[in-house]
């Protein structure tokens, strides 16, 4: 009743929604960084949502199941294959006991998620099973899969099935430009106006520094508004009295490199935060990679809030579809 | 003689060596078999080591030291 690990790829760890409710004693909520294609997976096999499933990153794992089950491969645009043969994506597809699956070259996107009926089994740690590998909790262990771990199925099913498929008109694409929705504000006060123009019409190269916690990108230098530095918060310009970082805030140390802060934010600090992504553009952000470009288009409150209703709106759509 | 080159499978920047004071994995000219390891790639902080999916003598490296390469990228040129 396992999934033996043959292979762990780079670094895939076991996710679902995240561990709500822990910000602000410093646990980041971590939980899979592309909620559409995990939850779109959970549906397609026809799970209890919020079944854990697994994250991989740039390199899939190659995994054996010990059990007949049903699993979906969603997210990145990648080859997997069952046995050598190649399965499709956004699917779910039926595998006996003792099948592999195994992954070829991404094409686009860049963390493909693996779905299993009866989702992964590993203990609830703070209401979550998703792994947060800086302190090392939750997940399988606290850490990334390592070859030779065993998984259990847990029993999360609620409909087994194989053959739902997304409808190909749902299935995203990965450009190699994504663009993401940006609330400026909090604050964007210390950035010059023409430093807050070049932010939006800058085409951001996601940097090797790219991770759960966060990404870091490269492409135009930004300066603040020379001020006299107000009590705890230092000499650097860049830098405010410490506050809370909300997660998909965006913060530029010494004015060059943005980061953008993803499940595994770091929750607090003094960087100036000249906006927030949009929490559904996170998905976008998640299937970037290295060498990828971002652009960040502006949008209001109301406008950030329609992009959210839109996007949940197509995943409830989506979801009563897959029954 | 034919010949076959290694590909980048992960994004993330390529390194000759394991170490900044450690020789080269491999130089021009010499033998590897399927298996060896040629270089590293970073990426999140982690390192992920290039293995040569070949026997051969290395005939050329396509990528210098600390190159920030690609998924599919040409890393190492090998002849079988």
């Known amino acids: 009743m396992t999934i033996r690990v043959q292979d762990p790829g780079l670094e895939t760890t076991v996710q679902d929604t995240g561990r709500l409710g822990y910000y602000s004693i410093g646990f980041p909520p971590s939980g899979a960084l592309d909620s559409f294609a995990y939850h779109v997976g959970n549906a397609l096999v026809g799970n209890e949502p919020g079944a854990a499933a697994l994250e991989a990153v740039y390199l899939g794992p190659t995994l054996e199941f010990t059990q007949d089950t049903v699993i979906a491969v969603t997210g990145a645009d990648i080859p997997a294959f069952v046995d050598g043969e190649e399965i499709p994506t956004w699917e779910s597809v039926a595998v006996s006991s003792g099948s592999v699956l195994s992954f070829g070259q991404l094409r686009s996107g860049a963390r493909p998620y693996v779905a299993v009926a009866g989702g992964i089994d590993v203990p609830l740690y703070y209401g979550s099973r998703s792994t947060y590998t800086l302190v090392g909790i939750g997940g399988f262990e606290g850490r990334a899969l390592r070859a030779g771990d065993e998984l259990a199925i847990g029993s999360d099913a609620r409909d087994p099935k194989a053959g739902r498929r997304l409808d190909a008109g749902d299935v995203p694409v990965h450009p190699s430009t994504a663009e993401v929705h940006l609330l400026v504000g909090l604050h964007s006060y210390r950035l010059t106006d023409d430093s807050l123009a070049r932010f939006t019409d800058t085409e951001w190269k996601v940097t090797p520094d790219a991770n759960r916690v966060g990404y870091r990108f490269r492409g135009a230098e930004l300066e603040f508004v020379p001020r006299e530095q107000p009590f705890g918060a230092g000499s650097d310009p860049a830098n405010v009295t410490d506050c809370g970082y909300p997660v998909g805030s965006v913060q530029v140390p010494g004015g060059v490199e943005p980061i953008v802060l993803l499940q595994d934010a770091v929750t607090g600090g003094g960087y100036a935060t000249l906006g927030t992504v949009v929490s559904v553009d996170r998905d976008r952000l998640a299937q970037t990679k290295t060498g990828d470009k971002t652009r960040f288009v502006r949008v209001d409150l109301d406008g950030a809030l329609e992009v959210r209703r839109d996007r949940l709106g197509a995943l409830d759509r989506i979801r009563s579809a897959l029954t | ?80």
């Open chain 2, 1 to 80: 003689m034919g010949s076959h080159t290694i590909t980048s499978r992960t994004p993330g920047v390529f390194y000759h060596r394991p170490s900044p004071d450690a020789e080269p994995y491999v130089t021009e000219g010499a033998s590897v078999s399927e298996g060896d390891t040629v270089g590293l790639v970073e990426v999140m902080k982690t390192f992920h080591e290039v293995k040569a999916d070949a026997t051969g003598t290395v005939s050329k490296f396509l990528v210098e030291n600390e190159d920030e390469v690609t998924i599919g990228q040409d890393l190492v040129e090998l002849e079988t």
